[in-house]
C-alpha cells in the first residue's frame, strides 16, 4: 500500500519505462510457473554453454582470490590481461589492437553498452542487422538512441545483403551492429559478404561498425572472419568479445572491447561512470584462460556440432517449417510462418508469441518467439542442453508440429 497516492511507478524514467521485457525472460518465467505448478517442461530457451568451466580457469581465480586480488583495479582492465587480449585478437583473429585499446569489461553486454554510450547522442541511429540478440535494442534505446532494424529471412540465409544496409544509412547513423556468428539465427559471415559490407562501411566516413564476436569458437562450417582485419576498417571497426561462450563462463562476467584509441578511452570513461573495473580475481583467471589451451573450447564445440547434427535430423520429421542447418552457434531458427495463423486447441496461433505460448501450454516445450529478436516468422531453440532433453524437448515439437498440420 503506498500513502498520500504515492506512487512509485509515476517516477520511473520514460526510458526505463520504454524497455520492453526480454520475450527470453518471459518465456522462462512462464516454463517456471508451469513448472511450479507440477508440469513437466522441457526448456530449449537457455542461451548459455551448459558445461562447466575448465577447472584450470577456476583454480586461477582461487589462487588470485587467495593472493589478495580483491580491491578496485584499474578501470579498463589489468595491464597483463589487455596485454593478453591485444595478443589474442593479434595472433587468433589477425586484428591488430594495442592493449591500450582493449578495455576489460563485466560480460560482452557491458562492452557493447560501454561503446554504444561512447557513440550515441539523443536521436542517433545505430544500424541493427535482424533478426538480433534482443538486448541490442534495449541498450541503443537506453543511451537515448534510435535502432534501425534491416531485416533478413532464411531466404538471405539470414544476412541482409549489402545494398539493404546501405539504403539504411543516414546522416544520423552512428554504427552498424552485427553479429556473426550470429545469435539467434547461427548465420556466420563469410570473408566475403564482409568485404562487402565493409565497402558499404568504407563509403561513409561518418560511421564504425561494431563487431559482435562472442560465438566465434561455435563454428561448424567455413571459419570465423573478424571484418577489423579488412582492408581499412582496423579504425572503422569496434571489437566485442568475451569469454562466456568460449569458455563456459557465463556467470563470471568477463569480455572486452577493442576500438581505435580515441573510442576505446571514451568507453572506458563509459564504464568508469557506471560500474568500474570488473571483477579482480576474474581478471586474473582470465588471463589464465586466455593464454591456456583451447582444447576445452574445441571440446565443446565438437559436442555442439553433434548435437546440431542430431537436432537437424529430428527436425527433418517436422511438417511445415524451414530451417537453415546453422553453421554456427548453438541455436537454431526455424522459420515457421507457413503455420501463423492456423486455428488449434480453441486459439488461433497470430504470431510467434501465440505460436511459442501455445508449444509451451499444449505441448510443455518453451522456446523463444522471433519477435524477440525482431523477426515475425521464427522461433529459437537452443541445442546449449543435454541429450536427453533434446531429444524429449524434439519429440514435442515434432507432436506439435504433427498436430497442427
Ligand atoms: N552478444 C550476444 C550475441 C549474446 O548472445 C550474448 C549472451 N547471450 C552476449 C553478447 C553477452 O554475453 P556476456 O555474457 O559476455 O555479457
Given at each position: 500500500?503506498?500513502?498520500?497516492?504515492?506512487?512509485?511507478?509515476?517516477?520511473?524514467?520514460?526510458?526505463?519505462?520504454?524497455?520492453?521485457?526480454?520475450?527470453?525472460?518471459?518465456?522462462?518465467?512462464k516454463?517456471?510457473d508451469?513448472?511450479?505448478?507440477?508440469?513437466?517442461?522441457?526448456?530449449?530457451?537457455?542461451?548459455?554453454?551448459?558445461?562447466?568451466?575448465?577447472?584450470?580457469?577456476?583454480?586461477?581465480?582461487?589462487?588470485?582470490?587467495?593472493?589478495?586480488?580483491?580491491?578496485?583495479?584499474?578501470?579498463?582492465?589489468?595491464?597483463?590481461?589487455?596485454?593478453?587480449?591485444?595478443?589474442?585478437?593479434?595472433?587468433?583473429?589477425?586484428?591488430?589492437y594495442?592493449?591500450?585499446?582493449?578495455?576489460?569489461?563485466?560480460?560482452?553486454?557491458?562492452?557493447?553498452?560501454?561503446?554504444?554510450?561512447?557513440?550515441?547522442?539523443?536521436?542517433?541511429?545505430?544500424?541493427?542487422?535482424?533478426?538480433?540478440?534482443?538486448?541490442?535494442?534495449?541498450?541503443?534505446?537506453?543511451?537515448?538512441?534510435?535502432?534501425?532494424?534491416?531485416?533478413?529471412?532464411?531466404?538471405?540465409?539470414?544476412k541482409?545483403?549489402?545494398?539493404?544496409?546501405?539504403?539504411?544509412?543516414?546522416?544520423?547513423?552512428?554504427?552498424?551492429?552485427?553479429?556473426?556468428?550470429?545469435?539467434p539465427?547461427?548465420?556466420?559471415?563469410?570473408?566475403?559478404?564482409?568485404?562487402?559490407?565493409?565497402?558499404?562501411?568504407?563509403?561513409?566516413?561518418?560511421?564504425?561498425?561494431?563487431?559482435?564476436?562472442?560465438?566465434?569458437?561455435?563454428?561448424?562450417?567455413?571459419?570465423?572472419?573478424?571484418?577489423?582485419?579488412?582492408?581499412g576498417?582496423?579504425?572503422?571497426?569496434?571489437?566485442?568479445?568475451?569469454?562466456?561462450?568460449?569458455?563456459?563462463?557465463?556467470?563470471?562476467?568477463?569480455?572486452?572491447?577493442?576500438?581505435?584509441?580515441?573510442?576505446?578511452?571514451?568507453?572506458?570513461?563509459?564504464?568508469?561512470?557506471?560500474?568500474?573495473?570488473?571483477?579482480?580475481?576474474?581478471?586474473?583467471?582470465?588471463?589464465?584462460?586466455?593464454?591456456?589451451?583451447?582444447?576445452a573450447?574445441?571440446?565443446?564445440?565438437?559436442?555442439?556440432?553433434?548435437?546440431?547434427?542430431?537436432?537437424?535430423?529430428r527436425?527433418?520429421?517436422?511438417?511445415?517449417?524451414?530451417?537453415?542447418?546453422?553453421?554456427?552457434?548453438?541455436?537454431?531458427?526455424?522459420?515457421?510462418?507457413?503455420?501463423?495463423?492456423?486455428?488449434?486447441?480453441?486459439?488461433?496461433?497470430?504470431?510467434?508469441?501465440?505460436?511459442?505460448?501455445?508449444?509451451?501450454?499444449?505441448?510443455?516445450?518453451?522456446?523463444?518467439?522471433?519477435?524477440?529478436?525482431?523477426?515475425?516468422?521464427?522461433?529459437?531453440?537452443?541445442?546449449?542442453?543435454?541429450?536427453?532433453?533434446?531429444?524429449?524437448?524434439?519429440?514435442?515439437?515434432?507432436?506439435?508440429?504433427?498436430?497442427?498440420?
Amino acid at each position: 500500500m503506498t500513502q498520500n497516492n504515492y506512487d512509485p511507478s509515476a517516477l520511473l524514467s520514460a526510458r526505463t519505462t520504454a524497455i520492453e521485457e526480454a520475450g527470453i525472460i518471459r518465456m522462462s518465467q512462464k516454463a517456471r510457473d508451469l513448472a511450479a505448478e507440477g508440469r513437466t517442461i522441457v526448456s530449449l530457451t537457455l542461451g548459455e554453454p551448459d558445461f562447466d568451466t575448465p577447472a584450470a580457469i577456476r583454480k586461477a581465480a582461487i589462487e588470485a582470490m587467495e593472493a589478495g586480488y580483491t580491491h578496485y583495479g584499474p578501470v579498463p582492465g589489468y595491464p597483463e590481461l589487455r596485454e593478453a587480449i591485444a595478443e589474442k585478437l593479434r595472433v587468433e583473429n589477425g586484428l591488430a589492437y594495442g592493449a591500450g585499446e582493449v578495455v576489460v569489461t563485466n560480460g560482452a553486454k557491458q562492452a557493447l553498452t560501454d561503446a554504444i554510450y561512447a557513440l550515441v547522442d539523443e536521436g542517433d541511429e545505430v544500424i541493427v542487422l535482424a533478426p538480433y540478440w534482443a538486448s541490442y535494442a534495449g541498450i541503443i534505446k537506453m543511451a537515448g538512441g534510435r535502432v534501425v532494424e534491416v531485416a533478413s529471412t532464411i531466404d538471405d540465409d539470414f544476412k541482409a545483403p549489402p545494398e539493404r544496409i546501405a539504403d539504411a544509412i543516414t546522416p544520423r547513423t552512428k554504427a552498424i551492429l552485427m553479429n556473426s556468428p550470429c545469435n539467434p539465427s547461427g548465420a556466420v559471415y563469410s570473408r566475403a559478404e564482409l568485404e562487402a559490407l565493409a565497402e558499404v562501411v568504407r563509403a561513409h566516413p561518418h560511421l564504425c561498425i561494431i563487431a559482435d564476436e562472442i560465438y566465434e569458437y561455435i563454428v561448424f562450417e567455413g571459419e570465423h572472419v573478424s571484418i577489423g582485419t579488412l582492408e581499412g576498417m582496423a579504425e572503422r571497426t569496434i571489437t566485442i568479445n568475451g569469454l562466456s561462450k568460449s569458455f563456459a563462463m557465463t556467470g563470471w562476467r568477463l569480455g572486452y572491447l577493442a576500438a581505435p584509441a580515441p573510442i576505446a578511452k571514451a568507453a572506458s570513461k563509459v564504464q568508469g561512470t557506471f560500474t568500474s573495473a570488473a571483477n579482480s580475481f576474474v581478471q586474473r583467471a582470465a588471463i589464465a584462460a586466455l593464454k591456456g589451451d583451447r582444447t576445452a573450447c574445441e571440446e565443446m564445440r565438437e559436442t555442439y556440432r553433434k548435437r546440431r547434427d542430431a537436432v537437424m535430423a529430428r527436425l527433418a520429421a517436422c511438417p511445415g517449417i524451414e530451417t537453415m542447418t546453422p553453421p554456427g552457434t548453438f541455436y537454431v531458427f526455424p522459420d515457421v510462418s507457413a503455420l501463423l495463423g492456423r486455428e488449434i486447441d480453441g486459439r488461433v496461433l497470430a504470431d510467434t508469441d501465440a505460436f511459442c505460448d501455445w508449444l509451451l501450454e499444449a505441448h510443455g516445450l518453451a522456446t523463444v518467439p522471433g519477435s524477440a529478436f525482431g523477426d515475425a516468422r521464427c522461433v529459437r531453440l537452443s541445442f546449449a542442453a543435454s541429450d536427453a532433453q533434446l531429444d524429449d524437448g524434439l519429440s514435442r515439437f515434432e507432436a506439435a508440429l504433427k498436430a497442427l498440420s
